[in-house]
């Protein structure tokens, strides 16, 4: 999965997901299961279940991928980090935060701070590093605030970016 901040031109390339590419997107919450067994479940024949899901994923509205729980990694962890950066250096930032090391999954939010990632940890790049090496490297940081993960659910799982 792509991590992006959307500019103008983003914004014009939005493809419309109707009601079909949601319901087989749900059956294919286990990117594992046959084609078949999907088109079956959304009631389409295959070769038009087939087309929906290439079509999504050429327009990059999904992925396909390998999911883990850090939690059940030795020597893993990963932390919610928050980014407070100067006026008129928010988006410039925030993009600079999808492609540094670690870095899961990052988007501009509202409220206090402007952007926020998931972070994902190992014995050999800590948090100590990620702060040291990467975040220092932000221009216009004025803040940030970081949230340990200490437990997850069934459903904490993320991409393996280390």
């Not at 929906?52 to 999904?62: E, G, K, P, S, Y």
């Not at 991928?65 to 950066?85: N, R, T």
Request: charged share 25%; net charge neutral; with cysteine.
């Amino acid at each position: 999965m792509t991590n992006r901040i959307e500019t103008q031109e983003d914004a014009k390339r939005h493809i419309h997901l109707g009601a079909m590419d949601l319901k087989i997107i749900k059956a294919l919450k286990n990117g594992r299961r046959p084609m078949a067994e999907i088109a079956e479940e959304v009631g389409l024949p295959l070769s038009t279940t087939r087309r929906h899901v290439q079509r999504m994923l050429n327009d990059n509205a999904i992925q396909i991928i390998c999911l883990v729980d850090p939690f059940l990694i030795q020597g893993h962890s990963s932390a919610f980090i928050s980014f407070k950066f100067e006026p008129g250096k928010i988006h410039q930032g925030a993009k600079r935060i999808e492609n540094l090391r670690g870095v899961v999954i990052s988007a501009l939010v509202s409220g206090s701070y402007d952007a926020m990632a998931i972070v994902l940890f190992n014995d050999s790049f800590t948090l100590q590093n990620f702060i040291m090496e990467e975040i220092l490297k932000l221009e216009g940081l004025v803040d940030i605030e970081a949230f340990i993960a200490i437990e997850g659910g069934k459903n904490y799982q993320l991409r393996y970016v280390l």
